[in-house]
Nanobody
Framework: QVRLVESGGGLVQAGGSLRLSCAAS????????MGWYRQAPMKQRELVGL???????NYTDSLKGRFTISRDNSKNTVYLQMNSLKPEDTAVYYC???????????????WGQGTQVTVSS
């Protein structure tokens, strides 16, 4: 039905910046809250931040100031700007959204496939 696809991951040096994108596609009726999560090896998936439909954001306290979430509703896309990257930021980054398909009756939890971010020292 609907899909989320992340892009923009890759290898970057410590102190560098990277911008991730996540685009929803398909027969979309609407998208509510969107968010970014990450999972490092041998660790649980953790929340990076959330953004509501009207643009209100919430971040994990330890990341606030370095990471910024934004969205473009006309493009069904959410972004994650990452600055001053550290080796401990290395993880697979996942996009998440609550999406309603035009043929459906409710919003459903939807995950992207993830994109690898590696920060070298």
């Amino acid at each position: 039905q609907v899909r989320l696809v992340e892009s923009g991951g890759g290898l970057v040096q410590a102190g560098g910046s990277l911008r991730l994108s996540c685009a929803a596609s398909g027969s979309i009726f609407g998208i509510n809250a969107m968010g970014w999560y990450r999972q490092a090896p041998m660790k649980q998936r953790e929340l990076v931040g959330l953004i509501s439909r009207d643009g209100t954001t919430n971040y994990t306290d330890s990341l606030k100031g370095r990471f910024t979430i934004s969205r473009d509703n006309s493009k069904n896309t959410v972004y994650l700007q990452m600055n001053s990257l550290k080796p401990e930021d290395t993880a697979v980054y996942y996009c998440h959204a609550w999406i309603r398909d035009r043929s459906d009756f409710k919003y459903r939890s939807t995950w992207g496939q993830g994109t690898q971010v590696t920060v070298s020292s």
